[in-house]
């Protein structure tokens, strides 16, 4: 299956700082999920980005999958962005079957 | 419902111990995915139903693991006999139906997850 790379695996911020999550894919994806998970293990979605930029208030994501690779923009962090965050592809051939996920970025703010 | 539910929260059993898990998906979902996150290993997948075709049971790491899924939407993983390594967050995700145009949506939504401790 394919293999899925994220950096860092962790991230120290002061609030209010920008950061850039990368996740980086062993071949071309069709699709892509980013996920936030939560300090109660719930995964949330953040953006399904196959291809392109997309903006969601202080978030946003970029998918260039024919360099396969896909990056997570966080500015000015809050202390409520703090968890884990997964992104996450199918096999190129298995476009709807399971997903792989990397192992994570675990990012904590400080007040 | 509005999301994926999953039952119970938690579950502690003991060793050899067989446990039921079950998963809701969203309403109008056609394929329902079993992954477990246990520490250390990260997200990993067990099994995947699509509407009517056979489940893809590549990710069930033994024969103990089972799932079912019924009419087509609640699902239940059978553990049997359960071990310590089988305790892990079990997480279900659900996904509508895929085709939007050209193109294939395989967004996944996830339920809570089932914290599962094998005393």
């Known amino acids: 299956g394919i293999q899925v790379e994220q950096s860092p695996p962790d991230l120290i911020l002061q609030e209010g700082a920008n950061s850039t999550l990368r996740c980086n894919f062993s071949?071309?994806?069709?699709?892509l999920q980013w996920f936030h998970q939560n300090p109660w293990g719930q995964l949330i979605n953040l953006f399904y980005i196959p291809s392109g930029t997309k903006q969601n208030g202080r978030l946003s994501a970029t998918t260039v999958a024919t360099e396969r690779y896909s990056l997570l923009y966080i500015s000015s962090s809050q202390t409520t962005d703090s968890g884990v965050y997964f992104c996450?592809?199918?096999?190129?051939?298995?476009?709807?079957?399971?997903?792989?996920f990397g192992r994570g970025t675990q990012l904590t703010v400080w007040p | 419902g509005a999301g994926v539910s999953q039952s119970p929260s938690n579950k502690v059993t003991e060793k050899g111990k067989d446990v039921e898990l079950r998963c809701d998906p969203i309403s109008g979902h056609t394929a329902l995915y079993w992954y477990r996150q246990s520490l250390g290993q990260g997200l990993e997948f067990l099994i995947y139903?699509?509407?009517?075709?056979?489940?893809?049971k590549s990710g069930l790491p033994s024969d103990r693991f089972s799932a079912e899924r019924t009419g087509g939407s609640v699902s239940t993983l059978t553990i049997q006999r359960t071990q310590q390594e089988d305790s892990a967050v079990y997480l279900c995700?659900?996904?509508?139906?895929?085709?939007?145009?050209?193109?294939?949506?395989?967004?996944?939504?996830f339920g809570p997850g089932t914290r599962l401790t094998v005393l």
């Open positions: 071949d071309s994806v069709n699709n």
């Open positions: 996450a592809a199918p096999d190129r051939g298995s476009t709807l079957g399971r997903l792989y």
């Open positions: 995700a659900s996904r509508p139906w895929s085709a939007a145009g050209s193109q294939l949506h395989n967004e996944q939504f």
């Open positions: 139903f699509q509407g009517n075709s056979a489940p893809d």
